[in-house]
């Protein structure tokens, strides 16, 4: 919705107030059955709205922008960020480049790539060996993208296969899918997928290595999302082990002793991640490293200064 086509430049537009579709067609630069395609993909996710006065055709309404529409325009605010520092060079929004940037990390994400990278360098053997559903010329391919377009990089090795190793760039990568994800579950529920176990750990695992904490806090640290599993509830997350302000080791086994812990639901995770409010997380043991953990994670991934517009994902 938001990589390849010109659905950011309506969303600003109205963001400024409501617009006729000419208005937005010469604003936008778009052919007139692009405009129409675009403006009914963004009435079906209900980020726009159209007006219409009695007696008015269709084509003559006013759009708005609404609640989802103000969430989704904060989502791409975090994507184009992320684009713009990529490896390779900025990347504009809309070119190839940005297309082929967001695919490569979607692709990771959904077929459980970045889970297994996230751990690890591994070559594409190993990543063969360990996810069954995509078989080796497909490994190949979405490797090939995302080294590519900067998102991994090769190890130096004496062996026959090649280990691949996420890059930073990659990692930063979490903030504009988490955007996207609370934004699909709060406005578009009913096609959302749950957020799995599998994209907990990868989410932390991927960016426990950003850290930026304030003070040289050292410890063990819990950091678990409550998943539901029918009445009851599951943990998911990482065990993390910190030595004067950085993290020294991460797994995804929760258990073992701790120094401290963070729990909270998937929503308390994400605002507390995305809008440094963490009064919705349980935090326990040693609670300033937990609250350290916790703020250090939300300045690597959100430190920008976003235009997040007051209580639009409340």
């Given at each position: 919705?938001?990589?390849?086509?010109?659905?950011?430049?309506?969303l600003?537009?109205?963001?400024?107030?409501?617009?006729?579709?000419?208005?937005?067609?010469?604003?936008?630069?778009?052919?007139?059955?692009?405009?129409?395609?675009r403006?009914?993909?963004?009435?079906?996710?209900?980020?726009?709205?159209?007006?219409?006065?009695?007696?008015?055709?269709?084509?003559?309404?006013?759009?708005?922008?609404?609640?989802?529409?103000?969430?989704?325009?904060?989502?791409?605010e975090?994507?184009?960020?992320?684009?713009?520092?990529?490896p390779?060079?900025a990347r504009?929004?809309?070119?190839?480049?940005?297309?082929?940037?967001?695919?490569?990390?979607?692709?990771?994400?959904?077929?459980?790539?970045?889970?297994?990278?996230?751990?690890?360098?591994?070559?594409?053997?190993?990543?063969?060996?360990?996810?069954?559903?995509?078989?080796?010329?497909?490994?190949?391919?979405?490797?090939?993208?995302?080294?590519?377009?900067?998102?991994?990089?090769?190890?130096?090795?004496?062996?026959?296969?090649?280990?691949?190793?996420?890059?930073?760039?990659?990692?930063?990568?979490?903030?504009?899918?988490?955007?996207?994800?609370?934004?699909?579950?709060?406005?578009?529920?009913?096609?959302?997928?749950?957020?799995?176990?599998?994209?907990?750990?990868?989410?932390?695992?991927?960016?426990?290595?950003?850290?930026?904490?304030?003070?040289?806090?050292?410890?063990?640290?819990?950091?678990?999302?409550?998943?539901?599993?029918?009445?009851?509830?599951?943990?998911?997350?990482v065990?993390?082990?910190?030595?004067?302000?950085?993290?020294?080791?991460?797994?995804?086994?929760?258990?073992?002793?701790?120094?401290?812990?963070?729990?909270?639901s998937?929503?308390?995770?994400?605002?507390?991640?995305?809008?440094?409010?963490?009064?919705?997380?349980?935090?326990?043991?040693?609670?300033?490293?937990?609250?350290?953990?916790?703020?250090?994670?939300?300045?690597?991934?959100?430190?920008?200064?976003?235009?997040?517009?007051?209580q639009?994902?409340?």
């Amino acid at each position: 919705m938001l990589g390849t086509s010109p659905n950011p430049v309506l969303l600003r537009v109205l963001a400024e107030g409501p617009s006729r579709a000419a208005e937005l067609q010469s604003r936008g630069g778009l052919p007139g059955s692009t405009l129409r395609t675009r403006l009914k993909g963004l009435l079906d996710a209900d980020a726009i709205a159209a007006r219409t006065s009695g007696g008015v055709p269709r084509g003559s309404a006013e759009y708005e922008l609404t609640g989802a529409g103000e969430g989704l325009l904060v989502v791409a605010e975090i994507l184009e960020r992320w684009l713009a520092e990529s490896p390779n060079g900025a990347r504009s929004r809309g070119g190839d480049g940005a297309k082929a940037a967001i695919a490569a990390l979607v692709e990771g994400w959904s077929a459980s790539l970045l889970r297994a990278l996230a751990a690890k360098p591994l070559s594409i053997a190993d990543l063969d060996s360990l996810i069954s559903t995509i078989n080796y010329p497909s490994l190949e391919r979405r490797i090939a993208a995302m080294r590519l377009t900067g998102q991994v990089e090769a190890c130096p090795t004496n062996g026959r296969e090649t280990p691949y190793a996420v890059t930073t760039w990659l990692r930063r990568g979490v903030a504009p899918l988490l955007a996207a994800i609370r934004w699909e579950r709060l406005y578009l529920p009913g096609e959302s997928a749950p957020v799995a176990g599998i994209d907990v750990e990868t989410a932390f695992l991927l960016a426990m290595p950003l850290l930026e904490q304030e003070g040289a806090h050292s410890g063990s640290c819990r950091l678990a999302v409550e998943l539901p599993k029918g009445r009851e509830q599951r943990l998911a997350g990482v065990l993390a082990n910190v030595e004067a302000g950085s993290v020294s080791s991460c797994t995804s086994r929760l258990d073992g002793n701790a120094d401290a812990w963070v729990s909270g639901s998937v929503a308390a995770w994400f605002r507390a991640l995305i809008d440094h409010d963490q009064a919705s997380l349980e935090l326990g043991g040693d609670g300033r490293l937990a609250g350290a953990l916790v703020g250090g994670l939300h300045r690597a991934l959100f430190k920008a200064a976003l235009r997040t517009r007051d209580q639009v994902f409340a």
